[in-house]
T-cell receptor, first 115, second 113 residues
Framework: NAGVTQTPKFQVLKTGQSMTLQCAQDMNHEYMSWYRQDPGMGLRLIHY???????DQGEVPNGYNVSRSTTEDFPLRLLSAAPSQTSVYFC??????????????FGNGTRLTVT | DQQVKQNSPSLSVQEGRISILNCDYT??????FLWYKKYPAEGPTFLIS?????DKNEDGRFTVFLNKSAKHLSLHIVPSQPGDSAVYFC????????????FGTGTRLQVFP
């Protein structure tokens, strides 16, 4: 199993550009989520999904869109990139909606720089 | 407003000694806590968890202690090994239908020979 796969690994954008960060999992996990990691801020939840067709906002959702048309894929869209969105982005999934005894599995991250 | 706090950004410990990483939380609704370990250029990986109905959970060299009255948890690593050098995140959730996981800011542990 590949687990959670994120593409691309690195990306540089200019302010105002849009792009999509891809995330796919092959474990048939119900729950998927996006986090961003910034120095001194830890991991902050952007958006999450408890199943295909269901998404909701996390702690820092502004400037990002998500959709979940299939169980496997959970892309994160930056509508108009800003320098404040320079960060490392992690996609994570877990088997169940409930996190008890169902820990998150993380991808290896996408490092995004917005100039 | 940081609901999960790790006040020590870094910790340096000699190989073979005990490493103690601390975490405080403010939300009294949190009832499930986890620790993740992260190596550079990799995603975090799950280490150990504890439910609020317990005050201790052990897994090999790793033990997590929970003090609900103080809203404090700690991760003990005994004995520490150089391969334990990583960033450690604590995380908490309050259950419910979506059970969102809220992470702390992380502590960088360095284990030296």
């Amino acid at each position: 199993n590949a687990g959670v796969t994120q593409t691309p690994k690195f990306q540089v954008l200019k302010t105002g550009q849009s792009m999509t960060l891809q995330c796919a999992q092959d474990m048939n996990h119900e729950y998927m989520s996006w986090y961003r990691q910034d120095p001194g801020m830890g991991l902050r939840l952007i958006h999450y999904s408890v199943g295909a067709g269901i998404t909701d906002q996390g702690e820092v959702p502004n400037g990002y869109n998500v959709s979940r048309s299939t169980t496997e894929d959970f892309p994160l869209r930056l509508l108009s990139a800003a320098p404040s969105q320079t960060s490392v982005y992690f996609c994570a999934s877990r088997r169940n909606r409930q996190g008890r005894d169902s820990p998150l599995h993380f991808g290896n991250g996408t490092r995004l720089t917005v100039t | 407003d940081q609901q999960v706090k790790q006040n020590s950004p870094s910790l340096s410990v000699q190989e073979g000694r005990i490493s103690i990483l601390n975490c405080d939380y403010t939300n009294s609704m949190f009832d499930y806590f986890l620790w993740y370990k992260k190596y550079p250029a990799e995603g975090p990986t799950f280490l150990i968890s504890i439910s609020s109905i317990k005050d201790k959970n052990e897994d090999g060299r790793f033990t997590v202690f929970l003090n609900k009255s103080a809203k404090h948890l700690s991760l003990h690593i005994v004995p520490s090994q150089p391969g334990d050098s990583a960033v450690y995140f604590c995380a908490a959730s309050s259950g419910g239908n979506t059970d969102k996981l809220i992470f702390g800011t992380g502590t960088r542990l360095q284990v030296f020979p």
